[in-house]
C-alpha cells in the first residue's frame, strides 16, 4: 500500500480532514547467530525494508484508538492513557499500548491521546519480528509527536519490556534492538550480554537477499523455544561445577569441548554445542565481511543452518527442505533458517542474474516435498525506526 492510500485509509477510518504524521519501523532478519542472545552470545541482525507503517494525529482528551488495516475483524480499539492494563482480548492491540504503559510509568509526559492507524507488510507468522516492529513504531510516534528525547537503547529496552512483562513471551533483546538500530546498508554485531555493538557495511551489489517464507504457522516456536532455553541453563548448571560462568556465551569452542563432559544429558550437551560453536561462528563473520570474504561467509550460513538442524533441532521439514534446494543451485553463496524455527523463514544470499532460476527451483522442490508454495521476498537492509517526513 502506497503512503497515499494509506493516508486515505486513515482519514475514512477516523473520520478526519487531518493529515496525520507517517511513522515507520522496519522488520529484521538476523544474518548469522541463532539462538545465541538468550546464552549471553552474539547476533547479527540487519533491519529489512518490510515493516510497519503508522499514521497519526492528537486528540484532545486522553483516548488512545487503535486500528489495523491488517486486521480490520477486530476493528477499533480504544483504551485510556489512565487504564492500560493487559487485556487478552484487545489482541494485537496490547503490543502499543504495553509502550505507552511503562513511558508513562518511567515519568514521561504523555499529556493527551492519538489516533492510531497502523499497516504491516511484514508476512504474519514469517518470524521477522512484526511484534517488535509494533513496539517501535509505537515508541517513536511518542517520542515525536510528544517532543520526547528518548535515548533510543531505552526504547530498546522498553520494547523488550513489553514482550517480557507486559505480553509474557520471555525473548531476548534482539529484534527491538535491530529494529531500533538499524542502518541503511549495514548489519550489526551485538554481544548480548553487554549490549555492546558495532556496525557492519554489508556490500551486496552484486547479490540479492531472499527471504523464503515456508507459509508455515510457527505453531510450536514458543513452547520448544522456552524449552531449549532451560536445556542451555541445565548445561551452564552443570558446567559451572567447574567454570566460573553465568551463560555458555562467555565459552570458546575449545574451551567448551575441555569441559562439556560435565554436562550430564546428552541433548543438553548438542544444545549447548550449538551455542558455543554458533557464537564463535558469528564473530567470525563479521571479520569475513570486512575483509570482503563474502564466499567465507556463506559457508557460515551454511553452518549455522546445519548446526540448528543437527544439534539445536529447531528447523522441521518445511526449513530444511527450503535450505538443501537452495544450496544446491548455482549463484547461492548460503542460506539457512533465520528466527525461532519450526517454520517462519529461511534466508539465501543469491548472485542478482540468478534469483529468478533460484526462487523457480525453490518453489518447484518445495512444492513437491510439501504440498504448497512458498512465498519470496527480496529485501533491501534499511534503516530503523523513524518519521517518514
Known amino acids: 500500500m502506497d503512503k497515499l492510500k ?96 511503562y513511558l508513562l510509568q518511567k515519568g514521561y509526559s504523555i499529556d493527551h491521546g492519538l489516533d492510531i492507524l497502523f499497516y504491516g507488510n511484514i508476512p504474519n507468522g514469517a518470524g521477522l519480528s512484526s511484534s517488535a516492529s509494533i513496539e517501535l513504531v509505537t515508541g517513536v510516534i511518542i517520542e515525536e509527536m510528544f517532543s520526547l528525547n528518548i535515548d533510543r537503547m531505552e526504547l530498546v529496552r522498553i520494547g523488550q519490556q513489553v514482550e517480557n512483562d507486559y505480553i509474557g513471551v520471555n525473548t531476548g533483546i534482539m529484534d527491538q534492538f535491530a529494529i531500533g538500530m538499524g542502518k541503511k546498508d549495514h548489519a550489526m554485531l551485538l554481544d548480548c550480554d553487554t549490549l555492546d555493538y558495532e556496525y557492519a557495511p554489508i556490500q551486496l551489489e552484486k547479490h540479492d537477499i531472499i527471504i523464503i517464507n515456508t507459509n508455515k504457522r510457527r505453531e510450536l516456536a514458543d513452547s520448544k523455544y522456552n524449552e531449549r532455553r532451560q536445556q542451555c541453563e541445565e548445561a551452564v548448571c552443570d558446567l559451572q561445577q567447574e567454570l566460573n560462568i553465568k551463560q555458555l556465551g562467555e565459552l570458546t569452542p575449545k574451551r567448551f569441548e575441555a569441559y562439556r563432559h560435565l554436562i550430564q544429558n546428552e541433548i543438553n550437551q548438542q544444545r549447548a554445542k550449538h551455542a558455543v560453536y554458533e557464537n564463535a561462528r558469528t564473530i567470525d563473520a563479521l571479520k569475513k565481511l570486512r575483509a570482503g570474504e563474502l564466499q567465507v561467509f556463506g559457508e557460515l550460513v551454511n553452518q549455522s543452518h546445519i548446526s540448528l538442524r543437527d544439534d539445536y533441532e529447531v528447523t522441521g521439514l518445511e526449513l530444511d527442505t527450503i535450505t538443501e534446494a537452495a544450496w544446491a543451485q548455482p549463484g547461492v553463496i548460503g542460506a539457512r533458517m533465520t528466527g525461532a524455527g519450526f517454520g517462519g523463514c529461511a534466508i539465501a544470499i543469491v548472485a542478482k542474474e540468478n534469483t529468478a532460476h533460484v526462487k523457480q527451483e525453490i518453489k518447484q522442490h518445495y512444492q513437491k516435498t510439501i504440498g504448497y508454495e512458498p512465498s519470496f521476498y527480496v529485501a533491501a537492509i534499511s534503516d530503523g525506526a523513524k518519521e517518514i517526513k
Request: with cysteine.
Open 6 to 101: 494509506l493516508i486515505d485509509h486513515f482519514k475514512e477510518t477516523f473520520q478526519t480532514d487531518v493529515h496525520p504524521r507517517i511513522f515507520f519501523a522496519p522488520g529484521r532478519i538476523n544474518l548469522i547467530g541463532e539462538h545465541t542472545d538468550y546464552n549471553g552470545g552474539h547476533v547479527f541482525p540487519a533491519a529489512i525494508s518490510f515493516g510497519t507503517y503508522a499514521c497519526v494525529k492528537p486528540r484532545k482528551d486522553r483516548h488512545i484508538r487503535f486500528y489495523s488495516v491488517n486486521f480490520p475483524e477486530h476493528g477499533m480499539t480504544e483504551s485510556s492513557l489512565d487504564s492500560l492494563a493487559d487485556h487478552p482480548t484487545d489482541h494485537w492491540t496490547n503490543y502499543p499500548k504495553g509502550m505507552f504503559y
